[in-house]
């Protein structure tokens, strides 16, 4: 059995996507999930699916004791879900090319530091794109940099506000990101 952790620092809406996707099978499974925020959503969400939460400060992240936690779990891929802090280089360099994570953007366009969730909307929108959509990559030292798994894009009109494009960007990462984890996983491996 394959093992996943997930970190989020919202409302869990990825994460409990994951885990109700691999509930019913038996070649991966998530194992824990670590957060940041003691007031993220995603603690209440995945607590009917008995799964280990851990919340852990910024500054716990980065010490020696945190990649000894994760290393203790052996996780095969480590996938960020909504995470928003800058990923530690100890657990990347530990875990290469298995720390995953999605981007609610093309990229490169709208990524780097300060661009998650509704800001990367807003300047969408706001630049008047005709296209966006989701990518999902591999996490290295610097923020939306790592090489790129994979992208579905989708057209604008120009006349969706922010909300309208998150939506169909919840829809393309609740599809795609499980299925895109368990090829990763799954066929691969």
């Known amino acids: 059995m394959k093992k996943i952790v997930i970190f989020a620092s919202g409302s869990g809406s990825n994460a409990e996507n994951i885990i109700k996707y691999f509930t019913s099978g038996d070649k991966v499974t998530v194992v824990g999930v670590f957060t940041n925020n003691p007031n993220a959503g995603v603690i ?7 799964i280990k939460t851990e919340i852990f400060s910024k500054s716990q992240l980065f010490e020696n004791e945190f990649l000894h936690k994760i290393n203790s779990i052996q996780p095969d891929l480590i996938v960020l879900a909504g995470f928003l802090l800058k990923f530690p280089e ?3 360099a530990d875990y290469p090319n298995k720390v995953i994570n999605v981007h609610p953007a093309l990229l490169p366009k709208y990524g780097g530091k ?12 706001q630049n008047k794109e005709s296209e966006t959509g989701i990518t999902i ?5 610097n923020y939306d940099e790592g090489a790129i798994i994979f992208q579905k894009s989708f057209e604008l009109s120009g006349s969706e506000t922010p909300e309208d494009v998150a939506n169909k960007i919840h829809e393309l990462e609740h599809k795609h990101f499980p299925e895109v984890i368990e090829k990763l996983l799954v066929e691969v491996v």
């Open 90 to 92: 100890t657990i990347i």
């Open 137 to 141: 990559h591999y996490v290295n030292e």
């Open 44 to 50: 209440e969400r995945v607590k009917k699916y008995g």
């Open 114 to 125: 300060g661009m998650y969730g509704m800001h990367v909307h807003n300047a969408v929108v």
